[in-house]
């Protein structure tokens, strides 16, 4: 069975520092691409960033970006995602989410359970 | 970055209606949209790809079309387990934009 599992998320201050953590399982995950996106507290979806399978090319929402690192290690099927100069507005549940393509075409799945992370003092 | 909109953004139905969401991109991204459905406390859940392909494991109930810049997503004969939230997204090109989201409610 395809499974992404995230952890570290947690209640962390204003300017503070996180790593997220995907462990990917059930497929061959070091020749997918993945991404993470993030949901706000009753609100929508919101892509953040995204790597290559071989992390040779990298992308961040600007809302992220310069505070944000994702990364990989294909060797413990496992993502991650930096997130430094943590603001209130980062409060999300975070989405690992693999990449799939066909012809062209990309579309996300599948998605893990999420990790909440909540920035507050 | 490509904008997505939805329409509506609520929507109110009674089991065996057929509904339709919308959703347009800002610019064309030929046939790059996908559909997710997601459940309250639960992850998305991809339903369409490519505008048209059902995923696998997805009702036939469920069907979406489009290319360029409209795309619709359509459920014959709503069942008590598709009162969800559903997303377009676009494949296209990074950011990845998600529309705002439509919540169906049963009527």
């Known amino acids: 069975e395809v499974q992404l599992v995230e952890s570290g998320g947690r209640l962390v201050q204003p300017g503070g520092s996180l790593r997220l953590s995907c462990a990917a399982s059930?497929?061959?995950?070091?020749?997918?691409?993945m991404h993470w996106v993030r949901q706000a507290p009753g609100k929508g979806l919101e892509w953040i960033s995204y790597?290559?399978?071989?992390?040779?090319?990298?992308y961040y929402a600007d809302s992220v970006k310069g505070r944000f690192t994702i990364s990989r290690d294909n060797a413990k099927n496992s993502l991650y995602l930096q997130m430094n100069s943590l603001r209130a507005e980062d409060t999300a549940v975070y989405y690992c989410?693999?990449?799939?393509?066909?012809?062209?075409?990309?579309?996300?799945?599948?998605w893990g359970q999420g990790t909440l992370v909540t920035v507050s003092s | 970055d490509i904008q997505m909109s939805q329409s509506p953004s609520a929507l109110s139905a009674s089991v065996g209606d057929r509904v339709i969401i919308t959703c347009r991109a800002g610019?064309?991204?030929?046939?790059?949209l996908n559909w997710y459905q997601q459940k309250a406390g639960k992850a998305p859940k991809l339903l369409i790809y490519g505008a048209s392909s059902l995923q696998t494991g997805v009702p036939s109930r469920f069907s979406g079309s489009g290319s360029g810049t409209d795309f619709t997503l359509t459920i014959n004969s709503l069942q008590p387990e598709d009162f969800a939230t559903y997303y377009c997204?676009?494949?296209?090109?990074?950011?990845?934009?998600f529309g705002q989201g439509t919540k169906l409610e049963i009527k």
């Open positions: 790597i290559s399978s071989s992390s040779s090319t990298i």
């Open positions: 610019h064309s991204i030929g046939s790059s």
């Open positions: 997204q676009q494949g296209y090109n990074s950011p990845y934009t």
């Open positions: 059930g497929f061959a995950y070091s020749g997918y691409s």
């Open positions: 989410v693999r990449d799939d393509f066909w012809d062209g075409y990309i579309w996300f799945d599948p």
